[in-house]
């Protein structure tokens, strides 16, 4: 199997402090890798530490099969990278500040530079400057930079940041597009897990500088568990019936109007049925199953996270 990107061990100390600890990752060839964690967890400084922006203090990184050195500078041309806020010459306009990237990486294709603010949305602003724009445009443009070269290792860092809605889904449909019709792998971070959920292959879980879990997408849904999800406002009531007339015992309260029924032995039409037989009135009663999002908070133990 190929691998864009392995690391071992890696490890970046600052101040006596590890802010990275002996990270073992491995982004294969192709693959959309989803990179979640709390603020502070350490994903910026891995990417930046992928690039060679700043160096790691112990472990090693293999990038394309080339074990990184602190001279290693000639496989950033083979990557397109976003990492924290985006920084442009302000004083110059959208499609300048685009062609002076494409002259020091010394891709020289004006028409890259139209597609590649078209794709992102920003096909009657190039004129404009980086000053006037918004945060989310500021976001766009960043990942028109990055994206210019059609680079084989995208790297996003809360590339969604600042967008609406819908420019979060159309940033959702470009990331596929990308991975699909030009086979770049991607590694992305973002606090919406409900997006990353969405487009990622693999899933890489950090807490206080330690990768935690490293798996397929497809492992964690195999994981997660089917439930169905009933909203009543007689929940107490509910409850019993699901307890008394049912036999049920493997449930949750959920919230104040939401029960979370797990024995899927039980089919869903005899729930409902019993319910609405007894009387109690029904929001809603649907079959899920556990999300990313919900597998996040396990993993890391947080009380909030941004959904």
Do not use: W
Not at 86 to 113: D, S, V
Not at 217 to 244: F, G, P, Q, W
């Amino acid at each position: 199997m190929d691998y864009v990107v392995q690391t071992r061990n890696l490890t970046k100390t600052f101040q006596g402090h590890d802010a990275v600890s002996n990270v073992t990752m491995n982004i294969k060839q192709g693959e959309i890798y989803g990179f979640i964690g709390p603020n502070g967890a350490g994903k910026s400084t891995i990417m930046k530490m992928l690039t060679n922006m700043i160096k790691p203090s112990h472990g090693e990184i293999t990038v394309f099969g080339t074990l990184l050195k602190h001279d290693s500078f000639d496989f950033l041309k083979r990557i397109g990278n976003m990492i924290e806020y985006p920084i442009f010459y302000e004083k110059m306009t959208a499609l300048e500040n685009l062609e002076l990237h494409c002259a020091y990486m010394g891709y020289h294709n004006k028409q890259a530079i139209r597609d590649a603010l078209d794709r992102v949305g920003l096909e009657n602003v190039e004129n404009k400057r980086p000053k006037d724009f918004s945060l989310g445009m500021r976001q766009r443009l960043c990942v028109a930079r990055a994206i210019i070269t059609k680079p084989e290792f995208l790297i996003l860092d809360e590339p969604i940041n600042g967008l609406d809605p819908a420019g979060i889904k159309a940033m959702r449909k470009l990331f596929k597009e990308l991975n699909q019709e030009y086979g770049m792998t991607i590694l992305i971070s973002s606090h919406i897990i409900g997006e990353i959920e969405q487009i990622a292959d693999t899933i890489g879980v950090i807490k206080s500088g330690k990768l935690i879990e490293e798996a397929s997408m497809d492992t964690i849904k195999a994981r997660n568990t089917e439930y169905i999800e009933l909203v009543t406002s007689d929940l107490r009531k509910a409850a019993m019936v699901l307890h008394d007339k049912l036999g049920i015992n493997n449930f949750k309260v959920a919230g104040d109007q939401v029960i979370r029924v797990y024995a899927t032995e039980v089919p869903q039409s005899t729930i409902s049925k019993t319910l609405i037989l007894e009387d109690i009135k029904i929001e809603s009663i649907d079959k899920k199953r556990t999300t990313l999002e919900e597998y996040f908070i396990k993993k890391v133990e947080l009380d909030q996270i941004v959904i």
